[in-house]
């Protein structure tokens, strides 16, 4: 079955850096990346996505880059602010027709240095 | 939005109970949930597939006789823990991918907090 790695498990930036996490996957099928991000107690949020038919994504100070051929992606947080302190999780999913499971990395705490 | 709801938020129980934990889809129709399991610090771990008017689909290593599903109708998924003991106490969140929208996105709902003393 699909095996997803993250890295690294903690990352420490100061406010305005940027911070990358990447992840890789095992099963050159799948074909659906989300990250996600959790705060203490509370559910995971969606907060970027990207499918095997695009290389990169871009959403204001979030991105995430996508390499089949290697089958790693990468998330890229600029400027970073305090709130973006959270744990990041990366997963793969292997969607077809109506659903795919979306198998999870084993996160990223990542933390803010005002 | 999509929005999952779970019931209950949290909920204490001695061992060798049995705990039912709710997972409603509110403003659409999901035919198919996932549960997952977190335990602290660490990632979400997928239980099982939840498919509304059939068997559910359990991960390797889950027990299904331990962790019974059931998706009664399109918008409700019920995971009961029965025998639940103190090893068995995490944080168990459900999901739901949008059935005729983008089915690869899924709704998290908040999540239940069980303790088994």
């Known amino acids: 079955g699909e095996n997803v790695e993250q890295h690294p498990s903690t990352l420490s930036v100061q406010e305005g850096d940027s911070a990358v996490i990447k992840c890789t996957y095992s099963d050159s099928a799948s074909n659906y990346f989300p990250w996600y991000k959790q705060e203490l107690g509370k559910r995971p949020q969606l907060i970027i996505d990207i499918r095997s038919n695009v290389g990169e994504k871009k959403d204001q100070r979030i991105a995430v880059t996508l390499n089949k051929t290697a089958k790693h992606f990468s998330l890229h947080i600029t400027e970073t602010q305090p709130e973006d302190s959270a744990v990041y999780f990366c997963a793969a999913s292997i969607h077809t027709g109506n659903t795919g499971k979306l198998i999870f990395g084993q996160g990223t705490t990542l933390q803010v240095k005002p | 939005g999509a929005v999952v709801s779970q019931h209950p938020s949290w909920v204490i129980c001695k061992s060798g109970t049995s705990v039912k934990i709710e997972c409603r889809s509110l403003?659409?129709?999901?035919?198919?949930m996932f549960w997952y399991r977190q335990f602290p610090k660490q990632s979400l771990m997928l239980m099982a597939t939840?498919?509304?008017?059939?068997?559910?689909?359990?991960e390797q290593g889950v027990e299904k006789d331990k962790f019974l599903i059931n998706h009664a109708s399109l918008t409700l998924s019920t995971l009961t823990v029965t025998s639940a003991h103190p090893e068995d106490s995490s944080f168990y969140i459900c999901?739901?991918?949008?059935?005729?929208?983008?089915?690869?996105?899924?709704?998290f709902g908040p999540g239940t907090r069980l303790t088994v003393l």
């Open positions: 939840s498919n509304e008017g059939s068997k559910a689909t359990y």
């Open positions: 999901s739901a991918p949008l059935a005729g929208g983008r089915t690869d996105t899924q709704y």
């Open positions: 403003d659409f129709q999901a035919t198919t």
